[in-house]
């Protein structure tokens, strides 16, 4: 989630900030990416404004630019004006960003095709830069389309124009509840905003100290995950923001992105992924990676892009996780070999845990919790990515038709997970539970953070009162004294509630951290709260799998849904969701009845339909049948199986 601050300490001295191309390690290289379909002549102002129209009172400074090191300004008053007009070549759909500060009220940031406006963003007195952004403009060959900004009261500053392209679903949401339907509108808008065109040739290396990057590169398919400052993704924040990524259907970002990291976790670099990577899709961000011992690493990031494949695999049904070579070598390595290698400072019997050196990030760090001085070897966060890491590969390799894989990663799961309760936690509970141990040994237990709150969100802790009363420390935490300070940290908390249905915990954090959105970030040059990327595409992974409790299986062309709807939100509907190649629209009345329409797509799927709570009726599509009950994660649920072909719409109830 976070990109490491410590970094920062490190770039200074570094002498050299080339860009280290990472080859794949095997299967089918990427295809080299064609040209952008539309692209933005000067859009960073660097060559002075080149390519953009500009009246008196418009024009290029070096005062306080965004990025580089020119922006465009506007003097105060009206009818001053920059703007470009681009004839486009192809059909397409495109969302348009730019970086704008403000003196006062009264500008606009507006986009034209052949004069109409298409949208005009009303700017706001904004004195530090935010980001703003038109969505889902339409275009065909031969449109003229005008990007402009328009003077208001105060002077304004805009700088670094982006060019994506709009997301292949645009899902909806209605609801009882206007907050979550203005939450979840925002979110998309403004997570799609972070996607690269493929085929723009951008920076690299850009960052806090190279503003305007070491050279230029073609870029990938790929989003923005990590600070908005910085050319490039990194791996906590990209494995976070991957589920609302895949709502929105970007399943070739998400593949591109996934299969970079796969190709970087090299022998040479003891089965790490590097810690970020220039959009490029290739080459190693500078400021993170200054060799192949030396290099910005972390324990969680290499298990959790294993169990992040998986899911990426069950929303998309895309054979490649299972069968590029590139990919499976890394699921193996990363549960193999990376855990023999990095297990040798803690007895841990029977079982292997994967350790850091407690000597710093760029020596490679056990937890994602970067503050302090613990010196840790094993964390909660690392050793329980390690055993979600195990739980995917027994998933995909069932898949892959590898009944031995499969049964041998689902026992190493099992086994580190008694371990894990039976001795590494200690016995205590709530703030008396062991988070981490330090390379001398010790425990340590209190609050970690992430090695706190990543325990129960992964679903290693047991399901019972201990599990229960750490959820209660962790909210009490994070509610006082505790709280992190970044509001990207505070993403996980809905996550780490809605698994185990605390839905009003979980909206409480959804509510919070949409209302920072305009909050001025801890880190200045980042913007406003809400342009940290993690922010709304969490949001949207909330929404879905969250308060809407999807669960998609599109390999096995089914789903599973439950409803966790907060107190006072009556109904929540869903439309355009996309699994594999199918679209659904969901709809929960309560927690007590669901109703899924299959709106498009070739074969039926598996529906099933969960309730909390042992019920004694259950009915489809008002037809009794006979309840069915199971226990997951300590939960007792009432749940029917349905088949829902393409043109149907089924209603599940309880009660």
Avoid: C
Wanted: avoid cysteine; hydrophobic fraction near 35%.
């Amino acid at each position: 989630m976070r990109p490491s601050r410590l970094s920062v300490l490190s770039a200074l001295s570094t002498l050299s900030v080339l860009a280290v191309t990472l080859l794949p390690t095997g299967g089918a290289p990427a295809a080299a990416t064609p040209p952008a379909q539309l692209t933005v002549t000067d859009p960073g102002f660097e060559q002075e404004g080149t390519g953009w129209t500009l009246t008196s009172g418009a024009g290029t400074a070096t005062n306080l630019p965004h990025g580089g090191n020119r922006l465009l300004y506007l003097d105060a008053g009206p009818d001053k004006k920059a703007s470009q007009t681009i004839t486009a070549r192809r059909s397409g759909t495109y969302d348009f960003s730019a970086w704008i500060a403000t003196g006062g009220p009264g500008a606009h940031f507006t986009v034209r095709v052949n004069g109409k406006v298409m949208d005009s963003v009303a700017l706001p007195s904004r004195p530090t830069y935010a980001r703003y952004t038109v969505s889902r403009v339409a275009l065909i060959p031969d449109d003229r389309l005008e990007i402009a900004f328009e003077s208001g009261d105060g002077w304004g500053n805009a700088d670094d124009v982006m060019v994506s392209p709009s997301s292949p679903v645009d899902p909806t949401i209605s609801s009882s509840d206007p907050r979550i339907v203005e939450m979840f509108t925002w979110s998309k808008r403004k997570a799609n905003s972070w996607v690269q065109l493929p085929g723009t040739t951008g920076p690299l290396n850009v960052d806090e100290n190279h503003r305007s990057g070491t050279g230029t590169g073609t870029y990938g398919p790929a989003y923005w995950a990590g600070y908005a400052h910085r050319s490039a993704y990194y791996s906590r924040d990209f494995a976070h923001q991957l589920g609302g990524a895949a709502v929105l259907g970007l399943g070739a970002e998400n593949k591109a992105m996934l299969r970079s990291y796969a190709a970087s976790a090299t022998a040479e670099h003891r089965y790490y992924p590097v810690w970020s990577l220039n959009f490029d899709t290739s080459t190693a961000h500078a400021i993170d990676y200054h060799g192949p011992d030396d290099f910005v690493r972390e324990v969680p990031a290499t298990f959790e892009l294993v169990e992040k494949a998986n899911e990426a695999y069950r929303w998309s049904g895309d054979r490649a996780y299972l069968d590029d070579t590139a990919f499976w070598d890394y699921y193996r390595h990363a549960t193999e070999e990376f855990v023999d290698l990095h297990d040798g400072t803690k007895d841990n019997g029977k079982v292997k845990v994967a350790e850091g050196t407690g000597k710093g990030i760029f020596a490679g760090a056990a937890s994602y919790n970067e503050e302090g001085d613990e010196h840790l070897a094993e964390a909660g966060d690392g050793i329980a990515a390690q055993y979600q890491a195990y739980r995917a590969l027994a998933e995909l390799a069932r898949d892959k038709g590898d009944r031995a894989l499969a049964a041998a990663s689902a026992a190493r799961a099992e086994r580190l997970k008694e371990y894990f309760n039976a001795t590494w936690s200690g016995s205590g509970s709530g703030a008396s539970m062991v988070r981490a141990y330090r390379t001398d040994g010790t425990a340590l237990t209190g609050w970690g953070k992430e090695n706190s709150w990543f325990m129960p969100m992964k679903g290693i802790i047991d399901p019972g009162p201990r599990n229960d009363a750490y959820l209660d420390y962790i909210d009490e935490q994070a509610s006082g004294s505790g709280r992190p300070v970044n509001i990207e940290a505070l993403t996980y908390l809905p996550d780490t509630f809605f698994r185990y249905n605390r839905a009003d915990t979980a909206w409480k954090w959804m509510r919070h951290i949409y209302d920072q959105r305009n909050t001025q970030h801890t880190v200045t040059r980042q913007g406003p709260n809400g342009d940290y990327p993690e922010v709304s595409f969490t949001l949207l992974s909330q929404t879905v799998q969250g308060l809407m409790g999807v669960a998609p299986d599109a390999p096995r062309r089914s789903l599973t849904t439950q409803s966790r709807l907060p107190s006072g939100m009556d109904w929540l509907k869903l439309d355009q969701l996309r699994i594999g190649k199918n679209t659904f629209s969901l709809r929960h009345d309560g927690t007590t009845s669901s109703t899924l329409a299959h709106t498009s797509g070739g074969a039926a799927y598996t529906w099933e339909a969960r309730f909390p709570g042992k019920h004694s009726r259950i009915t489809v599509d008002g037809k009794r049948r006979t309840a069915r009950t199971k226990t997951v994660d300590g939960v007792t649920y009432t749940y029917a199986v349905v088949s829902v072909a393409p043109g149907m719409s089924r209603t599940v109830r309880v009660g």
